[in-house]
């Protein structure tokens, strides 16, 4: 095997141990090994492949600025354990992804074995779900409805531009199908996870992809609005369907409250209050830094921390990391449009379903807090992929 197929082989197989619980010794052994094939191919190809992603810069300030916290934060050695999981193991995942998603052959390596390993994921799902029942599914090997939601709002979009790609590329009829067969069983395992925002960012994924694909379109701009209104229609109207069923399957076992009870609204209030008290360097990096006073004050065990991203990002490091992490993922958003609209449907495909992938997180991560552990890694991962495929895919100076 060369030294490219087993970068390649590496990473994708670090992002399918990702995907599972349980796992986390043996997906730290393949990112060390990945890194380390990574490292080999990038010396002896260096003027090949490029060796820094397009956020690198963005990715690095945001990065600097937790590491800073170590300094100020109320309990450095937790702050030190969060640097190591979220910080340093995400940028090896990125970059990892990254150089190996550039090398030879690495679409035809990746893109198979990582289809197998969500379909397998989602099967555990389902069968757990249907057959083990809901006691079982919550710390199954899918690791539980939060995390897996989480897991297919990173799936989805790739499933649906890989589809798209396939079409526009007259792959192989298997090859064309297959992606969308992916996207029938996500929406399947989708509902046993009986979360509400789970709907509501796949709806906002999949129009956001719709918008994105009739830009594309060579139709008139009047046919194109309409087809892509009448689809947002139909995909919002579903979300919101499917939304009201999980909340009354919640009401019938008495684990749904309306908005008004929600106690996030007494805990970002609560939050708020914090931040005032130290807005410029926050408490110190790590998700839960305050978990002590907000339970004792909420009296809610499972308010420890934010459930929002940029108010937990405020709480931890400040209004200056907020802004670090939105320049990021502005950054994250500019890259995906440069893909999106260049000639070639593979880098447009990388594109938008980066694009998706983002806006995804983002909506999960309004309500509560998971871009952490497995979840940050696959996140960082799959960006690392669909940035050096784009960089591989992307047409020529000329043709652009």
């Not at 090859?175 to 996870?193: E, I, Q, S």
């Not at 440069?338 to 999960?364: E, K, Q, T, Y």
Request: charged share 15%; proline share 4%; hydrophobic share 55%.
């Amino acid at each position: 095997m060369t030294l490219e197929r087993c970068a390649a082989w590496l990473a994708v197989l670090f992002l399918a141990t990702v995907l599972f619980s349980h796992t986390v010794a043996l997906r730290l052994l393949l990112l060390v090994l990945g890194l380390t094939a990574a490292v080999v191919l990038a010396v002896r190809q260096r003027g090949s492949i490029r060796l820094l992603p397009q956020i690198w810069l963005p990715f690095a300030l945001w990065a600097g600025w937790a590491l800073l916290s170590l300094f100020w934060s109320q309990e450095p050695e937790r702050t030190a354990k969060e640097l190591r999981n979220e910080i340093w193991y995400a940028a090896g995942a990125l970059w990892l992804c990254f150089v190996a998603a550039q090398a030879r052959d690495a679409p035809r390596i990746m893109l198979p074995a990582f289809a197998v390993a969500a379909a397998a994921v989602c099967g555990t799902a389902v069968y757990t779900y249907f057959v083990l029942g809901w006691e079982h599914y919550v710390s199954g090997w899918h690791s539980g409805p939060g995390n897996f939601s989480s897991t297919l709002l990173v799936l989805m979009p790739c499933a649906l531009m890989a589809a798209w790609c396939a079409h526009q590329s007259a792959w192989s009829a298997a090859a064309r199908y297959l992606p969308l067969l992916l996207v029938a069983v996500f929406l399947v395992a989708g509902y046993t996870a009986e979360s509400r925002t789970l709907w509501l960012a796949l709806a906002v994924q999949i129009t956001a992809c719709a918008i994105l694909l009739a830009l594309r379109s060579k139709s008139g701009w009047r046919r194109r609005a309409l087809v892509a209104g009448v689809f947002a229609i139909a995909v919002g109207t579903t979300a919101v369907a499917m939304t009201a069923h999980v909340h009354l399957k919640r009401e019938a076992v008495g684990g749904a409250r309306t908005l008004a009870q929600d106690p996030r609204l007494v805990l970002w209030a609560e939050v708020v209050d914090n931040i005032r008290e130290r807005p410029l360097l926050g408490y110190g990096f790590g998700r839960g830094m305050l978990r002590t006073s907000l339970r004792e004050e909420l009296k809610e065990a499972q308010l420890w921390h934010a459930h929002n991203l940029f108010l937990d990002t405020a709480l931890q490091v400040g209004l200056p990391g907020v802004v670090l992490l939105l320049a990021l993922l502005a950054a994250t958003l500019r890259e995906g449009w440069r893909m999106a609209r260049d000639p070639s449907p593979a880098a447009a495909a990388c594109g938008i379903a980066l694009l998706g992938v983002v806006v995804g997180m983002l909506v999960r991560n309004m309500t509560d807090m998971l871009l952490v552990r497995q979840n940050a890694l696959l996140y960082w991962g799959i960006v690392g992929t669909l940035l050096g495929l784009g960089a591989t895919f992307r047409a020529p100076a000329a043709a652009r």
